[in-house]
Every structure is written in structure tokens, then in C-alpha cells.
């Protein structure tokens, strides 16, 4: 392996900071700067800046487990692949395709999300897979396509956000989710420019803020109906635009006149001058951007909220505009380029649909198969793990932990423990692993090539840096190995190649055409550009057509190749005809409104020195150092009712189970509402508290709100 830098990208989160990694004495690599890449410039955060730790011989897996006597103990490769395909082919024979079930992650690659929907559908011929992304950003997903016809996380370049005037960030803390970007917002600050924060606690995000609105959770939707009603009532609606880019307006506009600021004050707790200061604050400028993450997105209606705050952009001209939009915090590494791919249940390569017969038949050509042999769309992430045991006997599981990541997680867990056979990729023993009858360790991040999407759109190369420890295999490797046991030959036939970069050009053919349209993009331009934004549609005649040509940017000709699309809308929407849409939208409460029994809310979210459900940070001892375990952060009025001091343990307890751990008084939350992080397993896990209710377009959990009661507990 070269002993030199390697430019690479962070294992972690949406941001996909660059970093360079040397080699250590140890025989790992070190993480130094790479101030080349612009979105992090050199900056990262603790989690990136450890993540050669994750590594480590004593922290990882090392050798493929099978569950004997009802223990997992070292077994051969060979052993444990045959193990799963033979789990995998009972549960077929007797009950069917659809009774395998997978499930991915939004960490996997785009070359193992494309892989993993291939294997899926035409090794296993199942309908049922889908990823653990459903939980992360699918409300704004389903809200940007139904307005714009096309969902990328931003529409534009990060570096556009200091540009412009006023940004409204909702229910995002990326202080703590990725400090790195909180510097564009500092330098929005600096050029005169206006952040506005909405989160119902005070985050270390809202103490930048110059204007900081503290909603009931579950809220955010009739918050922004009654911004639109003002922008409307004080004539700040930019006709012309509505009239040229727009549509729908008439029945938006009459829904959120229906919202009157004193009736939206009553549900969210906003003060009728905070939302006209909004207002004047976000109108006056002449751009202004709105950005979502999980916190509006998180609800049985989060399709709707998200939708609110698009009509907001769209009523005021502030969107498809330079230096204006509306934007999507996207929260996995590759939570974007994992849902464009094909592990999403209703999704083909290119963001194809799976119910369009052109979309089928394009994909299956490229494939070599029938179309009429692909399933149709199957279950949600939530309603596919709701089902395991019963409909779905097996399931093969790559880059994801549900047993600490789902909601509604001890049942979640009891569903996973009733499968007949479940088979499990990672890098670690995590808590849904060690449920597994089979354990396959793979590689990670620095060991292998690979690209991924961040949050703006950008396609970026990973590269190995060093040599993966014997034992491990990369999950490639294991579609490979898998679809030559399913398969045999035939299925080999078909693809699953082992090289990334083969995997890539694959997939360039099967995106081709596609809204997410990565034909023109290659490894060579990858890594001579610091990433390409999508689409990216080849060039004829340039000599990067997709298929594994010369892929310089004009090869052999004068002709220029695609340059990518850093900013999206400048000229028309994505739809049929050229004009965003409004969404028709009003209030309702969340599911589960609080009671006499449970008369608190509950609203969960994450600590900067942990990621996700913890399965890698958790075991980093400096991050462990920084955020030990779990916390109920609450009032010191609720705190005084339960005579509960800092530090002292009080429970949590939902309609769904109970979860306890120590107090963490503070002001900067609403009397009303409780908050805790979601990254442990055990008896400080918040996803036993949180509710499976699902928003009915983009099927995502609503995380963000339930009823509780919040006890002390007796030492
Ligand atoms: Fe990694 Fe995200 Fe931290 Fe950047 S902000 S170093 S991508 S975890």
C-alpha cells in the first residue's frame, strides 16, 4: 500500500469532511489536514479526528461468528457464507422471495447501496428491502420531489450560505451534529447576514442564533403556516415569481390564511412579535435560504412541515434563485447517494422509481434480466423490521444497528430475536449483531475505495489508505460471494464484481438517464476534481460516456464533459413543466398528544462526541470521555416537581417501555418537553420511548414527539 497521504473523506455523517490520512508506526494511519477540500477546509470535528481508532484490532470484528449452542464463536469464511446462503435459500424454498428480507445503511457506499438493491432484486427476488436513511431525511425527501420534482439534500453549494441574508435553520444542531459547516454561518453573521434557529431547546446551534424560536415539539408545520400567513397579510409575497415559477398557489395561500398568528401562537408557544420579526428578518434581504434537518422531518407529518416551509420559500421568490432556497441537512455519510441507489424499498438506480415500466426496463437492461423478474416496491424501514418474524423469516443486514436506532426499539429488538435466520454485516459486534446466527466483519472507511454523496449533491471518491487485517472481506466481496451461492454462475453473470470502481461504472450505465444521473461522473474526474456535483450526465462524443471509456473529461475530442450541477432550479424545476409546487397544507398534532397519564414530551436528538446509534464512537475511549452515556435533559421547574437534583437517575416512561438515566438540569428547554440523546443501548435507551407512527407519504417514524411522564426514581 503506499506509504504516503491519502486523501480521503470522514466515515461519519452528511458533511463528508476531507481528510488526509498518513501511516502510523502502529500500522494504522493518523488523520491530518486537507485544507484542498472546501466544505471542511482542514476543520473536523472529534469524531472524524478519532475514527482511525474504530480500527484497531481490540475494537473491531476480526473473524466471521456462527451461532453454536446459542453462543457466536469463530468460524471459516467459507463456513459462515455458506451458513447464510443456507439460511437464505430455506426461507426462500419454504416461504418465498419475500419472506428474506434486507436491510442497508445510509454509511454503505454507493457502490454497496447499488449492489445491495441488484442482490436484492434479482438474487434473492425479494421486494422486501430497505435502509435505515427511511429514519433520517425521507419526510424532506418525499416533500422536495413532490415541490420541486427532484430531492438533493441542498440545491446549492454549501459556500453559497454567507452569501446570502437571513438563513431560518429548523430543527438542526449541527454545532454539535457537524461543527465543521457552523462556520459558513458564522460568516454569514460576519457579512451582515441573519441566522434564525427554531428548536425547542436551547442547542449550542441557537446560541449563535440572532433570533431564536422555541416551538412544542411537533409544531414546526403550523409555524410556518403562520409565517406564510403574515408574509401574505403584510404583502410580502412576491407575485411575479409565484406567477412565473409556481403552482398551486391559491389553495396554499387559503390554508395558511387559516392560521392566523394568534392561533399559531396558542399550538407552538411563538409569540405573535417573534413570528413577525421573523418575517421581517427572513422578507428584507434580497436572498434568504431555509434549512431543514431531522427535527421538522421527524413527524407522522413531516412530509407536510417540510412542505410548509418550501410554500414559505416559494410565496417570498426563494427558491431557484442564486443565493436562495430551500435546503435539507441530510444526516449519513452517504444518506444521499444511499437513497438514489437502489436500496431504498420503492427505489431503482438513478432515483429511479420502481413502479415506472421505462424505469424498470432501463435498470433491467443494464442488469441483463427481465424486467418482468423485478419485484415491485416492498415495505418501509419500519414496517419491514414490524414484520420480521412473521411475513419476513430472514433478513440480511448491512451497516445498520436497529436494536439502538429504531423506534420503538425493545419491540423492534423482540421481532429481530423471532427471525429464523438473520445474518449481519459490520465492522463491530454491535447490539443488533449480536442477536445474528451469523457474523460477517468487514472492511471500513480507510481499508477501501469507494464514493459517496454529501449533503450538497457532491459525488467524492473514498480511497483505501491501508490494508484491511486478515479476517475481514468488504461487503462487496460478500454480495460476490453470496450471489455465486444463491446464484451459481448465472448470477455471477450479472454483475456483483468485487472492484469498486467496476461496481461504479455499472452503476453509471444504470443512473444514466436518471434523475440522479451519474454517467458523466468517473473515479479519474472524482479524484482530480475534489467531487462532482449530480446530475451529471455524459458527454457523447466526449469520451466519458458511461461504460468504462477513456473517462477524462473531453478525451481525444474538444468537446468539454458535463461539469456537474452545483446549483439545481436556476431555469425550471425538475417537473413536467418547469414550475414548483405548492403544498395545500395545515396543522395537525402529532400522534400522541400528551395526557394526564403522560403529560410531558419527549424529543430525542444527538451529542457531538457520538454518532448514530453509537456502534462505532461508543467505542472510542476520548469520545466515551466526552459523552459517557445517556441523559434526560429537563426543566428545573419539571425538575423541582420530581424533586430531582443534577445527576440524580429519573425514568422516562412512554406508552412503549421505560428508559432511565441521570437528570441534566438546564433552562435552555421548555418547561413542557424532555429531551435525550438516542446513541445507547440498555436502560438509558430512548428509542424504547419514541413512536413508531409513520408520516403516510415518506413512512418516517415520528422520532421527534411522544407523550411521557417523567419520574424520579428511588435509590
Ligand atoms: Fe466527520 Fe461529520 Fe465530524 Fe466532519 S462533521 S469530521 S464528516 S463526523
Not at 161 to 175: F, K
Not at 532 to 557: I, K, L, Y
Not at 618 to 627: G, K, M, P, Q, T
Request: glycine content about 10%; proline content about 8%; aromatic content about 6%.
Amino acid at each position: 500500500m503506499p506509504n504516503s497521504v491519502t486523501p480521503t473523506h470522514c466515515p461519519y455523517c452528511a458533511l463528508q469532511c476531507g481528510m488526509n490520512l498518513t501511516p502510523s508506526q502502529d500500522g494504522g494511519v493518523t488523520v491530518v489536514e486537507r485544507p484542498d477540500f472546501p466544505v471542511n477546509k482542514g476543520a473536523l470535528c472529534g469524531k472524524g479526528r478519532t475514527a482511525p481508532a474504530v480500527l484497531a484490532s481490540g475494537v473491531r470484528l476480526s473473524s466471521p461468528l456462527v451461532r453454536s449452542g446459542g453462543t457466536l464463536v469463530p468460524a471459516t469464511w467459507e463456513e459462515a457464507l455458506d451458513r447464510v446462503a443456507e439460511g437464505l435459500t430455506r426461507t426462500r424454498t419454504e416461504h418465498g422471495p419475500d419472506a428474506c428480507g434486507v436491510f442497508g445503511g445510509g454509511g454503505l457506499t454507493n457502490e454497496k447501496a447499488y449492489s445491495l438493491g441488484k442482490f436484492a432484486r434479482i438474487v434473492l427476488g425479494t421486494s422486501q428491502i430497505d435502509y435505515n436513511g427511511r429514519f433520517c431525511m425521507s419526510s424532506a425527501a418525499a416533500a422536495g420531489m413532490k415541490a420541486f420534482g427532484l430531492d438533493r439534500g441542498l440545491p446549492f453549494p454549501l459556500e453559497d450560505i454567507p452569501r446570502t441574508g437571513c438563513v431560518i435553520l429548523v430543527g438542526s444542531n449541527l454545532a454539535e451534529t457537524m461543527p465543521p459547516s457552523l462556520r459558513f454561518f458564522n460568516e454569514l453573521k460576519e457579512n451582515g447576514g441573519t441566522l434564525i434557529v427554531i428548536d425547542p431547546r436551547r442547542t449550542k446551534t441557537a446560541e449563535q442564533a440572532d433570533l431564536h424560536l422555541m416551538p412544542r415539539p411537533g409544531t414546526d408545520l403550523a409555524l410556518a403556516l403562520g409565517l406564510l400567513h403574515l408574509v401574505v397579510a403584510e404583502g410580502r409575497v412576491d407575485e411575479e415569481y409565484v406567477r412565473e415559477r409556481t403552482a398551486g398557489w391559491e389553495d396554499a395561500r387559503a390554508a395558511a390564511m387559516a392560521h392566523w398568528p394568534e392561533y399559531v401562537e396558542r399550538i407552538t408557544g411563538v409569540s405573535v412579535p417573534q413570528l413577525r420579526e421573523t418575517v421581517r428578518l427572513f422578507c428584507e434581504p434580497e436572498h434568504a435560504m431555509v434549512l431543514t434537518a431531522r427535527g421538522p422531518e421527524q413527524q407522522a407529518k413531516g412530509t407536510d412541515t417540510v412542505g410548509a416551509w418550501i410554500n414559505l420559500c416559494l410565496a417570498t421568490g426563494r427558491a431557484g434563485r442564486p443565493l436562495s432556497g430551500y435546503g435539507c441537512l441530510t444526516g449519513q455519510g452517504n444518506g444521499q447517494g444511499g437513497r438514489e441507489h437502489g436500496q431504498k424499498a420503492d427505489q431503482l438506480p438513478g432515483y429511479r422509481k420502481l413502479d415506472d415500466p421505462e424505469a424498470r426496463r432501463h435498470v433491467a437492461e443494464v442488469w441483463g434480466v427481465d424486467p418482468d423478474s423485478l419485484p415491485g416496491p416492498g415495505r418501509s424501514a419500519y414496517e419491514l423490521l414490524d414484520a420480521l418474524g412473521t411475513d419476513i423469516r430472514s433478513l440480511l443486514l448491512m451497516g445498520s444497528n436497529p436494536v439502538v436506532s429504531a423506534p420503538r426499539a425493545a419491540h423492534i429488538e423482540e421481532r429481530i430475536k423471532s427471525l429464523d435466520f438473520l445474518a449481519v454485516c459490520d465492522v463491530v459486534l454491535s447490539e443488533t449483531a449480536a442477536l445474528a446466527d451469523v457474523v460477517l466483519p468487514v472492511t471500513q472507511w480507510a481499508e477501501e475505495t469507494g464514493t459517496t454523496t454529501n449533503l450538497e449533491g457532491r459525488v467524492l471518491l473514498r480511497r483505501r489508505a491501508i490494508t484491511p487485517p486478515d479476517g475481514v472481506r468488504s461487503d462487496l466481496e460478500v454480495m460476490h460471494e453470496l450471489a455465486a451461492r444463491l446464484g451459481g454462475e448465472r448470477a455471477l453473470e450479472k454483475g456483483f464484481p468485487t472492484d469498486p470502481e467496476e461496481v461504479f461504472e455499472e452503476l453509471r450505465r444504470a443512473s444514466a438517464g436518471g434523475a440522479a444521473d451519474y454517467s458523466g461522473i468517473t473515479y479519474h474526474r472524482l479524484a482530480e476534481e475534489n467531487g462532482v456535483f449530480w446530475p451529471c450526465p455524459a458527454v457523447p462524443g466526449t469520451g466519458n460516456a458511461a461504460g468504462g471509456e477513456d473517462d477524462s473529461p473531453a478525451a481525444g475530442t474538444d468537446r468539454p464533459a458535463h461539469p456537474g450541477t452545483p446549483r439545481l432550479f436556476l431555469d425550471r424545476f425538475a417537473t413536467p413543466d418547469g414550475r414548483a409546487r405548492f403544498a395545500p397544507v395545515s396543522y395537525r398534532a402529532i400522534a400522541e398528544e400528551p395526557d394526564d397519564e403522560y403529560p410531558v414530551l419527549l424529543t430525542t436528538g444527538r451529542v457531538v462526541a457520538q454518532y448514530q446509534s453509537g456502534a462505532q464512537t461508543r467505542r472510542v475511549d476520548e469520545l466515551n470521555a466526552a459523552a459517557p452515556g445517556p441523559f434526560v435533559e429537563l426543566h428545573p421547574r419539571l425538575a423541582a416537581r420530581l424533586g430531582a437534583a443534577e445527576g440524580d437517575p429519573v425514568a422516562v416512561v412512554s406508552r412503549r417501555g421505560r428508559a432511565v438515566a441521570p437528570a441534566r438540569i438546564t433552562t435552555g428547554i421548555r418547561p413542557d418537553t424532555v429531551f435525550m440523546p438516542f446513541h445507547w443501548p440498555g436502560e438509558g435507551r430512548a428509542n424504547t420511548l419514541t413512536n413508531p407512527a409513520l408520516d403516510p407519504t415518506s413512512r418516517m417514524p415520528e422520532f421527534k414527539a411522544c407523550a411521557v411522564r417523567v419520574e424520579a426514581v428511588k435509590s
